[in-house]
């Protein structure tokens, strides 16, 4: 119910004043696993992903410091992202971000609608890096499709550093979904992954027409 409530309220106010414009909302399939490959200019994106796919519950990834705060705030905080869907991670190093994306796995196989970050992380400078290939090991591993999305203004909408959203008209596109459940059986596991996780950033390039980076993106505290 809170997250119905939520939602209907995000979405008037995202209507009302950010003018968002959605395409290819028919792409993401109203049942079953699907995973939702996305750049990353801003934390909103996590808001106005969902609330564009409209038909369905979409999870993602929040630091777990959201779920961990104490008094009133922070049982506030806790309540707001566990009705947005968010699945609370730690990051650090290599283990956290195994089981971030065993959490995700575990989602995926439920027949849930999922959001990745191949980036990793937030682009400070607006151009698209290189993906990390975690995105293709949940896409072998789930054999759901993968829908790639583009997200513009978004970085508008809530600047890095930013407390709180601000009005500014956005866009999200959703492309056609891709299918990597069969074809690369003959590949070793990593450049499977590597190859799966390139085709999907140049799908996502090709909806955002961003300028693309030649290496990784770093994550700061921030994310």
């Given at each position: 119910m809170l997250y119905g409530a939520l939602r209907q309220t995000a979405a008037v106010l995202a209507r009302t004043l950010c003018r968002p414009t959605i395409e290819g909302r028919e792409n993401v399939p109203s049942t079953g696993a699907v995973l939702l490959a996305s750049n990353h200019l801003?934390?909103?994106?996590?808001?106005v992903i969902?609330?564009?796919?409209?038909t369905r519950r979409v999870r993602f990834l929040a630091k777990s410091d959201y779920f961990e705060g104490t008094g009133?705030?922070?049982r506030a905080t806790k309540a707001l992202f566990d009705s947005l869907g968010a699945m609370p991670v730690r990051r650090g190093n290599a283990r956290d971000a195994?089981?971030?994306l065993e959490t995700m796995l575990d989602r995926l196989r439920e027949g849930e609608a999922c959001v990745v970050y191949p980036e990793g992380t937030r682009s400070r400078d607006g151009r698209l890096y290189r993906g990390r290939t975690g995105v293709a090991h949940l896409a072998l591993e789930s054999k759901a499709?993968?829908?790639p999305v583009a997200v513009t203004g978004t970085q508008h909408v809530q600047p890095i550093g930013a407390p709180v959203p601000r009005p500014h008209p956005f866009t999200v596109?959703?492309?056609t979904p891709m299918d990597f459940s069969t074809g690369y059986d003959h590949l070793s596991p990593a450049?499977?992954?590597?190859e799966i996780t390139d085709r999907i950033m140049d799908a996502i390039h090709g909806l955002s027409g961003q300028e693309r980076a030649a290496g990784y993106n770093t994550l700061t505290s921030e994310e």
């Open positions: 801003s934390f909103v994106d996590s808001v969902p609330l564009a796919v409209r009133v705030r922070g195994m089981l971030s499709p993968v829908v596109r959703f492309g450049r499977a992954r590597r």
